[in-house]
């Protein structure tokens, strides 16, 4: 698979633009545009920034099987930066607590 075909599937699957993964990675939206087009390949070092803001291997970029994204990942992934933020905190206290789901703890009595 060409790296152009790959890009988008890992961009539509997470429900990201060409323009947020501009932001994401400081390249031009040009060069993505080139690089999801197969009009020229990304240089080895472009492709680890692409991994990284993609929060994949370098390997699973340029590989075309890679593992799929349940639709937990793929909503969180989609999530602004903040609301990641917040929804780890959370996800956190959550795990801080001695969580019992309101059911399981109660008795018939």
Known sequence: MKIGKKLKELLKARKIT????????????????DWVNDLRFPRSESLDIIANALKISVSE???????????????????????????????????????????????NG
């Open 61 to 107: 970029l340029i590989d075309s099987n890679p593992p799929e994204l349940s639709e937990t990942d793929a909503q969180f992934l989609a999530l602004s930066e903040e609301d990641k933020k917040l929804a780890l905190d959370f996800v956190k206290f959550i795990h801080s607590k001695k969580y019992v789901p309101q059911n399981q703890g109660a008795t």
């Open 18 to 33: 060409q323009t947020k993964l501009s932001e994401l990675t400081g390249f031009r939206q040009s060069d993505i545009s």
